[in-house]
């Protein structure tokens, strides 16, 4: 059983952490919140919201920071969150971060720990381009890494796996570059409040989840 409950997944695209997000939450009765499921999953819909965010998703911009932050916030008000979250793809930039902290206390929440999934560049745009998602429920396939058992249909769910238009390789190479520029900063932000854990993201899942669960021990 893990000790630390309330967790930030912080890392590049393609670094894992939707991957090992989901386990984690399977396994110890988490809420998984993950932005980008969220958003894909309102403009599927059509929704106010999905129509507001359609445009930075698909071309792999960020969504504007109140947007997501308000999302958040109403996600983490819901009776699943109240034994322990994991966000994942939240924060991505500072002020976020900050309308975190103030959503959290609001409802007398703090985050236990941040995961930081670490890897370099070149193995992400490898993972990127070469992903599989499930139309259906958001999970992850690597045609070269961790293969669906039937080609292009989904092992947990049977959905019909697709690629997700900004997991081309340009879009990758953007997003990346965003990481950098916005989302990497995060890293000496929650070290110096003392949360940031480090998680090697280059091993495979069958590694990098019991490591995991030993981090958060
Ligand atoms: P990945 O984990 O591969 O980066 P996500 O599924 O988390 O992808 O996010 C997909 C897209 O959704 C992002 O490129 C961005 O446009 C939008 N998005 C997700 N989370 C946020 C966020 N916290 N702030 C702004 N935009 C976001
Ligand atoms: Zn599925």
């Known amino acids: 059983m893990i000790k630390k409950k309330n967790l930030i997944f912080l890392g590049a695209p393609g670094a894992g952490k939707g991957t090992l ?26 929704s106010e919201l999905g129509l507001k965010a ?4 698909t071309t792999g911009g960020l969504v504007p920071d109140e947007i997501v932050a308000e999302m958040v916030a109403r996600r983490l008000a819901e009776a699943d969150c109240q034994d322990g979250f994991v966000l994942d793809g939240f924060p991505r930039t500072i002020p976020q971060a900050k309308l975190l902290e103030n959503a959290l206390a609001n409802i007398s929440k703090k985050i236990d720990s941040v995961v930081y999934f670490h890897a370099e560049e070149e193995l992400l745009i490898k993972r990127l381009t070469a992903r599989l998602t499930c139309k259906k429920c958001g999970t992850n396939f690597n045609k070269i890494y961790s293969p669906p058992l039937k080609e292009n249909i989904c092992d947990r769910c049977g959905g019909e796996l697709y690629q997700r238009p900004d997991d081309s390789l340009e879009t990758a190479q ?24 480090q998680l090697d993201a280059s091993l495979s899942k069958d590694k990098s989840y019991p490591a995991l669960v030993k981090l958060l021990s």
């Open 54 to 57: 359609k445009h930075y998703v």
């Open 174 to 197: 953007s997003r990346l570059k965003l990481y950098k520029e916005q989302t990497a900063p995060l890293i000496p932000y929650y070290k110096e409040r003392k949360l940031l854990l």
């Open 21 to 46: 997000a989901q386990i984690l939450c399977e396994n110890e009765k988490l809420a998984h919140i993950s932005t980008g499921d969220i958003l894909r999953g309102e403009i599927a819909k059509g």
